[in-house]
């Protein structure tokens, strides 16, 4: 969920095996994980990420306008921005709301 709004649900071992959301990859990448190395000096996880965008949560008070993490995303497309995304099923029971899936 980002901004009270569901980007990906599934099985909690699908999901974090084979997370599809670029939100939930994010929180992976950020939570400790004993099993996974440590990242090399230098080099950040998502390779693709500039902080600085990523700084600014989102306004609770205005609805977003297409995807709520488009703003932050760093696959974020002009549709994602626009238009609310459709739900992608990857197996019965796990599923995202992203364009990069279309």
């Known amino acids: ?5 569901i980007v990906e649900t599934g099985p909690v071992e ?3 095996q084979d997370p599809k959301h670029p939100y939930t990859k994010l929180l992976l990448a950020a939570s400790p994980d004993p099993d996974r190395p440590a ?3 230098g080099t950040d996880e998502p390779d693709d990420l500039d902080e600085e ?5 989102p306004n ?10 488009a703003h932050r995303c760093p ?3 002009p549709a994602c921005h626009t238009e609310t995304p459709p739900t992608h099923t990857f197996t019965p029971d796990h ?6 899936y279309s």
């Open 53 to 57: 965008d990523l700084a600014e949560p």
């Open 95 to 100: 599923r995202t709301r992203c364009w990069l």
């Open 14 to 16: 699908q999901v974090t």
């Open 60 to 69: 609770l008070l205005a609805e977003p306008v297409g995807c709520p993490f």
């Open 39 to 41: 990242a090399s000096p």
């Open 1 to 5: 969920m980002y901004a009270g709004h």
């Open 75 to 77: 696959h974020a497309t």
